[in-house]
């Protein structure tokens, strides 16, 4: 009998999920409410995406394994992304202050927007499929599920609401048929495997309830961090210019403060600003200049008062962490699997959600091949494999937002003092000490758990401290310092 697995949301989650599962089943269709665009565009069902996205190496590995053959990296840089090295490409200052650049070759990233991210890996899943290559094509069909079907024990499919119309399913009246239709003209759609990747937006603890399942433990930790993005030309001669980064400081007491300019396809630069509970970016165009410039260091407000800004100021919020507890569920039910966001979201400033979610679905593929999606069992062993990918990312950013004032839903304790004094020294160290700079670009990359930065040499090249005085100014080279001076309106020297 013919297999089919549903995946709600085309997002890039649900897009590598998919992917994964097309060499697992007959028939792979996947739910979204939105209209998708036909290229990289931005959509109404992610506002996140308008903000800054960093893709980790970690993430990109993922995904170049969940999508053989379709090399991720070439057709992201083909579409105008940038390829940002973490040991000479960027400028970053943290709270701890400058890192030093080296030539020494260190892990990449990718720079481009969210969109981009999304359609490419969009277009390669549902290219990927064909008899001759022993995959099921990918389907993506307009629809708005709206609770699962089933009960503790299994799930069995998925309701869907016919508020959207052309969700292109055949409806069969008869009771034998896996498209059927429910008491107010819903469409019931069976399926063997059903994959929650619907995002922040998620109703999975509202559709768990429904079936008999409510024992989920839910944790948010929310520093009220709020994003606002604005989108300049890149200035002519600054094509090169190193991603700029400034780190907010957790540990000052005050609010956290902290400014990103990336570059982006289409010769564009994308600008960042981001504020705790307290610090908030303002949305005018004077206020984001004056934002800017009040950073702990102001060279993103210099180098953007000189550029030509081409859209408005989008702010962003909605930026807590949110975990949901599903792999210590004790009797999860078979067929049903929550990935990505729906699974776990972190404060977008830590860079890590694509990423993340691409390790989560490699989890999931890596457990499909094992036993094959209707084995007895499958869907706790994903969940508790995916638990095992959110852990370092969770640790990373709840461990730091707890620290700013007003976080709401976590307070630091002695054990979070003791982590927090080894990665402040840590990352004091690596603003001059290649060996722990290493370290933090390895984990920052999730290319390596949490254990890299207790190796032994890191760990004594740590307790060493910095071998130089810290830096004054950002590293920059002569023609970048020359571009930096070009571009400032602010009257400002350096």
């Given at each position: 009998?013919p297999s ?9 989650t649900?897009?590598l999920a ?7 089943v007959?028939e ?17 069902g992610?506002p ?8 980790m190496a ?8 969940l999508?053989p053959?379709?090399?991720?990296r070439?057709?992201?840089l ?14 970053a200052?943290?709270p701890?202050?400058?890192?030093r650049r080296?030539?020494?070759?260190g ?6 927007s ?11 899943a ?7 290559v022993g ?10 599920a ?5 009960n ?7 309701r869907l ?17 896996d498209v059927g239709?429910a008491?107010?003209?819903d ?5 063997d ?12 603890l509202k ?5 008999g399942?409510s024992?989920?433990?839910?944790k948010?930790?929310d520093?009220g ?16 210019f190193?991603?700029?980064l400034v ?5 000052s007491g005050?609010p956290?403060?902290?400014?990103m300019?990336?570059p982006?396809?289409?010769?564009r ?8 509970r307290g ?8 206020g984001?200049?004056?934002h ?8 993103v ?10 859209t ?5 919020r909605g930026t ?5 507890y599903?792999e210590?569920?004790?009797d999860?039910?078979d067929?049903?699997?929550v ?12 860079g890590?959600?694509?990423s993340?979610a ?12 094992r ?6 069992g499958l ?5 508790r494999?995916?638990?095992?990918s959110?852990d370092?990312a ?6 730091q937002d707890i ?6 839903g976590?307070?630091p304790?002695p ?8 990665s402040?020294r ?8 290649y060996?722990?700079a290493?370290?933090?670009w390895d984990l920052?990359?999730l ?18 401290g910095?071998l130089l005085p ?5 590293p920059?080279?002569g ?7 070009s571009?400032?309106r ?5």
């Amino acid at each position: 009998m013919p297999s089919r697995a549903v995946v709600i949301g085309a997002g890039l989650t649900g897009m590598l999920a998919a992917a994964a599962l097309s060499t697992a089943v007959d028939e792979v269709i996947v739910l979204e409410r939105d209209d998708l665009p036909a290229g990289p565009e931005h959509r109404k069902g992610l506002p996140q995406g308008r903000h800054a996205h960093l893709l980790m190496a970690g993430g990109l590995a993922a995904m170049d394994g969940l999508l053989p053959g379709m090399d991720i990296r070439r057709r992201l840089l083909d579409a105008g992304a940038h390829e940002v090295s973490l040991s000479s490409g960027m400028l970053a200052r943290t709270p701890e202050g400058w890192l030093r650049r080296w030539r020494q070759e260190g892990p990449r990233m990718i720079s481009c927007s969210r969109a981009l991210v999304d359609w490419v890996v969009r277009d390669a899943a549902l290219s990927l499929g064909g008899e001759e290559v022993g995959r099921a094509r990918v389907e993506v069909r307009r629809a708005q599920a709206v609770e699962l079907l089933g009960n503790a024990g299994r799930v069995l499919g998925v309701r869907l609401s016919t508020a959207l119309r052309g969700t292109g399913l055949d409806v069969e009246r008869d009771a034998g048929g896996d498209v059927g239709l429910a008491a107010g003209g819903d469409v019931d759609l069976a399926a063997d495997l059903v994959v929650d990747a619907s995002g922040r937006g998620s109703r999975i603890l509202k559709w768990l309830a429904a079936l008999g399942v409510s024992a989920v433990r839910e944790k948010s930790v929310d520093a009220g961090l709020v994003n606002a993005t604005r989108i300049y030309r890149t200035p002519a001669g600054a094509e090169h210019f190193p991603l700029t980064l400034v780190h907010a400081d957790p540990y000052s007491g005050r609010p956290g403060r902290s400014g990103m300019v990336m570059p982006i396809e289409g010769d564009r630069w994308m600008v960042s600003l981001a504020g705790s509970r307290g610090g908030e970016p303002p949305a005018d165009p004077d206020g984001f200049l004056r934002h800017a410039l009040e950073l702990p260091d102001p060279i993103v407000g210099r180098l953007i008062s000189g550029a030509e800004p081409l859209t408005d100021i989008h702010v962003g919020r909605g930026t807590s962490n949110v975990r949901h507890y599903v792999e210590k569920v004790r009797d999860w039910p078979d067929g049903l699997v929550v990935l990505g966001d729906a699974l776990a979201t972190f404060n977008p400033t830590y860079g890590q959600g694509m990423s993340v979610a691409a390790l989560e679905v490699r989890a999931f593929a890596r457990e499909l091949a094992r036993t094959g999606p209707t084995a007895p069992g499958l869907s706790r062993r994903v969940q508790r494999a995916a638990a095992r990918s959110v852990d370092p990312a969770w640790a990373v950013a709840v461990g730091q937002d707890i620290w700013y004032p007003n976080t709401r839903g976590g307070q630091p304790g002695p054990a979070d003092r003791l982590v927090a004094a080894y990665s402040r020294r840590l990352t004091r160290t690596a603003t001059s000490s290649y060996r722990a700079a290493a370290a933090v670009w390895d984990l920052s990359s999730l290319t390596t758990g949490p254990a890299r930065v207790l190796r032994p040499l890191t760990v004594l090249a740590t307790l060493n401290g910095p071998l130089l005085p810290p830096l004054t100014e950002p590293p920059l080279t002569g023609s970048e310092r020359k571009i930096l001076r070009s571009l400032d309106r602010t009257g400002r020297d350096g």
